[in-house]
C-alpha cells in the first residue's frame, strides 16, 4: 500500500510539471524592438520622446528669426544665410530649412480639408507672405532636416525608415496644434516653425511646432 502512494505521489509531481510552460528567452519577449521594418514604430516613437520636446523645440526656438530678417539675408546672400541658419536636408537638391518665429494677420485660410492651410502677412502689405501647412496631412521633412545632428540619417536602417521619422515628426507637430473654430480671416497669428527652401524665390510653405490665434 505505502509503495501504491509513492507512485501515486510521483504521478502527480510528474504531471504538474508537465503543465509547466517554459518560455525560451528569445527575441519575442525583448523589450527591444526588432532591427527590421517590424520595429520601426516603436523606434521611431522612443526617439520622439526622448527628444522631440526637450531638443528639437529647443533647437528650433534658439534658431528662430523674424520672416523680415531671414528674407533680408537670404535675398543679400543665400549661401551666406544657409551657413548660419539654415539646415540642408539629405541629399543631393534637397531644400535648406530654416527655423522662424513671427506673428501675422490671416488673409485666407483652408480648413475644410486634410490638408488645412493659413496665408498670413506678416509685413501688413495686404498679400500673403507665408503658408503654415496644419496638417494632419502634411508636406515635406522640414521638422527632420532643420536637425541634422539630431536625426542623422546614417543613425537609420534605411532611406525608409528616416522616411517614417519625418512623418511621424509631422504627425506630432500637427496633432499638437490648437486651430479655433470660426472664420479666422483678420485674425492675428504667433507661430513657430521651419521654412525649407531652394531659393530666395520659393513659396515660403511653413510647418509650426506652435501656433496661438489671438483674441
Same mark, same amino acid.
Given at each position: 500500500m505505502k509503495f501504491? @502512494?509513492?507512485? %501515486?505521489?510521483?504521478?502527480a509531481s510528474a504531471m504538474a510539471l508537465s503543465g509547466c510552460k517554459i518560455v525560451p528567452d528569445t527575441a519575442e519577449n525583448d523589450a @527591444?524592438?526588432? %532591427?527590421?521594418a517590424s520595429g520601426d514604430a516603436a523606434r521611431i516613437e522612443a526617439l520622439l520622446a526622448s527628444s522631440y520636446d526637450t531638443e528639437l523645440l529647443p533647437h528650433i526656438a534658439a534658431k528662430a528669426q523674424?520672416?523680415?530678417?531671414?528674407?533680408g539675408q537670404i535675398a543679400a546672400d543665400f549661401a551666406a544665410a544657409t551657413a548660419e541658419h539654415g539646415a540642408s536636408g539629405a541629399g543631393a537638391g534637397a531644400p535648406v530649412n530654416f527655423a522662424l518665429k513671427d506673428t501675422g494677420t490671416v488673409v485666407a485660410s483652408k480648413l475644410d480639408s486634410r490638408a488645412r492651410t493659413l496665408d498670413l502677412d506678416v509685413d501688413a502689405d495686404g498679400t500673403a507672405d507665408v503658408v503654415l501647412q496644419l496638417g494632419p496631412v502634411v508636406r515635406g521633412s522640414a521638422l527632420r532636416d532643420v536637425a541634422p545632428k539630431l536625426y542623422d540619417f546614417t543613425s537609420f536602417r534605411d532611406q525608409i525608415e528616416f522616411a517614417k521619422l519625418g512623418r511621424a515628426l509631422n504627425d506630432r507637430a500637427s496633432g499638437s496644434l490648437?486651430?479655433?473654430?470660426?472664420?479666422?480671416?483678420?485674425?492675428?497669428?504667433?507661430?513657430?516653425?521651419v521654412v525649407p527652401l531652394k531659393s530666395a524665390k520659393d513659396k515660403?510653405?511653413?510647418?509650426?511646432?506652435?501656433?496661438?490665434v489671438m483674441p
Open positions: 501504491v @502512494t509513492v507512485t %501515486a505521489l510521483c504521478l @527591444t524592438p526588432a %532591427a527590421d523674424s520672416v523680415a530678417t531671414l528674407r490648437t486651430i479655433p473654430e470660426g472664420d479666422l480671416i483678420g485674425k492675428t497669428v504667433g507661430f513657430t516653425g515660403w510653405l511653413v510647418t509650426p511646432v506652435a501656433l496661438e
